[in-house]
């Protein structure tokens, strides 16, 4: 059992490059998030999932697309990098039929650097 | 979404018990509180969560009162591991699809 995992761990992109982060989940879960977050700025949310084919904007959308055609798989995609997308960014997942309410479990990051 | 207030930082020494409060004065009946460790370079993990009353782990205690508008979270004899970010949250669980992560406390403990 895995967990949560993420791919790449690390990447540079030049801007107007794209890419697409993976996210994975072997724990079945429904909920699915991509988190980013910056020095002094805790973690916001840009997208979730609240099951397969579903999609929808959190705190900070802009500049990401988001896809979820598997239930165990959440894409992120840059179309366009700026600078100003250069951060760390989590993914979760959480189950909300378990018993304990809001347990999100946390994928290990990818570290985005964009020239 | 309930908004949390936490203290930016603390300090403490090692074998010190570490008492980190959280604010949530607008909390709904319906909301649990939740408290998550992030070491450096790693996401964030659950460590306690609760309703009112004591909740104990063998991590950590999590104190809430009667009114609910605030939550303690309780470090016993915290070690330099236990330096970390810690985050409150407050959250009515399955009917809640957004989390919403403050700044959280950066707890520093010195040896």
């Known amino acids: 059992n895995a967990g949560v995992t993420q791919t790449p761990k690390f990447r540079v992109l030049k801007t107007g490059q794209s890419m697409t982060l993976l996210c994975a989940q072997d724990?079945?879960?429904?909920?699915m998030y991509w988190y980013r977050q910056d020095p002094g700025m805790g973690l916001r949310l840009i997208h979730y999932?609240?099951?397969?084919?579903?999609?929808a904007k959190g705190e900070v959308p802009d500049g990401y697309n988001v896809s979820r055609l598997k239930k165990q798989n959440f894409l992120l995609g840059l179309e366009s990098a700026a600078p100003s997308q250069t951060s760390v960014y989590f993914c979760?997942?959480?189950?909300?039929?378990?018993?304990?309410?809001?347990?999100?479990?946390f994928g290990p990051g990818t570290r985005l650097t964009v020239l | 979404l309930a908004k949390t207030t936490q203290p930016i930082s603390m300090d403490s020494y090692e074998g010190q018990e570490v008492n980190i409060t959280c604010s949530h004065n607008?909390?709904?009946?319906?909301?649990?509180i939740t408290w998550y460790q992030q070491f450096p370079s790693q996401g964030p993990r659950f460590i306690i969560q609760?309703?009112?009353t004591k909740v104990t782990n063998e991590v950590a205690s999590l104190f809430i009162p009667a009114d609910r508008k605030s939550s303690t979270l309780s470090l016993p004899r915290v070690s330099l591991s236990d330096t970390a970010v810690y985050y409150c949250?407050?959250?009515?669980?399955?009917?809640?699809?957004?989390?919403?992560f403050g700044k959280g406390t950066k707890l520093s403990v010195i040896p």
């Open positions: 979760a997942s959480r189950d909300p039929g378990q018993g304990a309410h809001d347990t999100q479990y």
């Open positions: 724990m079945n879960h429904e909920y």
């Open positions: 999932s609240v099951g397969e084919g579903t999609t």
């Open positions: 607008n909390i709904a009946t319906n909301d649990y």
């Open positions: 609760g309703y009112k």
């Open positions: 949250l407050v959250a009515s669980g399955a009917g809640s699809y957004q989390l919403t």
